[in-house]
């Protein structure tokens, strides 16, 4: 059974009828229920309904709000044009798809998100993967890449995230970078948890390593930081503009409809006019982290604002503490058990945003304390479930 949170979009949130706090959306700044956003949501589709514009882009789906929107992304950033995708799963799927023949190999990171990994399974030609991060078995997979495409002609499609979404690591991409004129490839970066959170102006992660100019193709989704649906991809003009004609995600499919583009105006201008949101993200994350840290917790080689924490101990134990961490602490976090993670390994995924506030973060800390406890005593190993009232 998939779990049920009632109420508005907000630190506290309703589960099985009783209040919880929440450290699971990627509702990083906020936005998803910034009474600015909620309104111009609301105002647009009365203006336009669901259905506008009808058809896909290249047919009857276009509209100024929709090129508005792309140059706006574009230059937020720093890209030459950028294209709208009515979906990040389906659009990165389909990028990787179309800027790709069976002459190129793709090199990318072991733990890229499903779309990208699926977006590969749709590639012809050679594909070679390296251990996440690993910068010495990245350049052994662009040795043997390289060989190939000398043969026949192709180019290589280095695919990575900007901000991992279960370990919280940023992409190695500066040492990418460093590679680049040795081996000649382009980067296809997928930064939807970077996009508005990492950078000086949250332009992502390749911002904040200053090496977004390197960024041959720059995607991100609207489901995080935009807390809403959509996503794009940005870079030059050329190559923006046969993606424009080829992703077939978008020329085979509905174009996004209108509310949703005003919607997303709206939350890049508050992204864009508010750096307060990030900066109250990022009070909220140095908090949570530092809190985890100086108490021993675990919370691996984190750099961004996802924050694992990693315990020890089985499924069973991660049912059990799971349900008393909901039931009893009022905690709302996701749960990340085998086989995502190696057999004994449980871990505790908290999102940071821009609503929480230090008195959470606090509270927090002082709970995980006691279930960590509870934990190391053998409390979860019984066979019965936690208890808790209905
Ligand atoms: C890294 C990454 N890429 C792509 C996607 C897919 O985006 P969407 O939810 O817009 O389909 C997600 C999840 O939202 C993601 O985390």
Redesign the pocket.
């Known amino acids: 059974m998939f779990p049920i949170l009632e109420g508005e979009i907000a630190p506290r949130m309703k589960f099985r009828g009783k209040e919880v706090l929440t450290w699971s959306l990627n509702n990083y700044l906020g936005l998803a229920n910034h009474p600015e956003v909620r309104m111009a949501d609301a105002q647009a589709a009365k203006d336009w309904g669901l259905g506008y514009p009808m058809g896909a882009r290249i047919m009857s789906g276009n509209s100024v709000y929709h090129e508005q929107l792309e140059r706006e992304l574009a230059e937020f950033v720093k890209k030459e044009t950028a294209l709208l995708l009515n979906?990040?799963?389906?659009?990165?799927c389909s990028i990787i798809d179309a800027i790709v023949d069976r002459k190129d190999v793709i090199v990318y990171d072991a733990e890229s998100?499903a779309?990208?990994v699926d977006g590969v399974r749709l590639h012809m030609g050679k594909r070679f993967v390296f251990p996440h991060n690993n910068m010495e078995n990245f350049e052994k997979q662009l040795e043997r890449a390289k060989r190939i495409t000398d043969e026949t002609g192709g180019g290589v499609l280095v695919i990575t995230?900007g901000v991992f979404?279960m370990s919280g690591n940023m992409g190695k991409l500066k040492e990418i970078v460093a590679l680049k004129s040795k081996y000649g490839f382009r980067i296809l970066l997928?930064d939807?948890?970077g996009f508005g959170t990492m950078g000086e102006t949250g332009a992502g992660a390749g911002e904040a390593q200053g090496v977004q100019g390197e960024m041959d193709l720059y995607f991100s989704?609207?489901?995080?930081s935009m807390a809403s649906?959509?996503?794009f991809v940005a870079g030059d003009k050329d190559v923006i503009d046969f993606l424009r004609y080829n992703v077939r995600s978008q020329i085979f499919a509905k174009s996004v409809p209108m509310p949703l583009v005003i919607g997303a105006l709206k939350r890049l201008d508050l992204l864009r006019t508010k750096p307060e949101l990030r900066e109250n993200l990022w009070k909220i994350v140095n908090a949570l982290q530092e809190g985890f840290r100086s108490n021993n917790f675990n919370i691996g080689t984190t750099n961004t604002p996802v924050t694992p924490v990693v315990l020890n101990g089985t499924v069973g134990e991660a049912a059990n503490l799971t349900m008393d961490l909901r039931e009893n602490y009022g905690i709302f976090c996701s749960v990340v058990i085998y086989p995502v993670v190696p057999k004994g390994t449980i871990i505790l995924r908290i999102i940071p945003t821009a609503v929480h506030s230090l008195d959470d973060v606090a509270l927090t800390i002082t709970a995980f304390n006691a279930i960590k406890k509870k934990l190391d005593d053998g409390y979860y190993k019984a066979q019965h479930l936690v208890e808790f009232s209905e």
């Not at 979906?87 to 990165?92: A, L, N, T």
């Not at 989704?221 to 995080?224: D, E, G, M, Q, V």
């Open positions: 979906y990040g799963y389906q659009g990165i998100h779309s990208i995230e979404g997928d939807a948890h989704t609207f489901a995080k649906i959509g996503a």
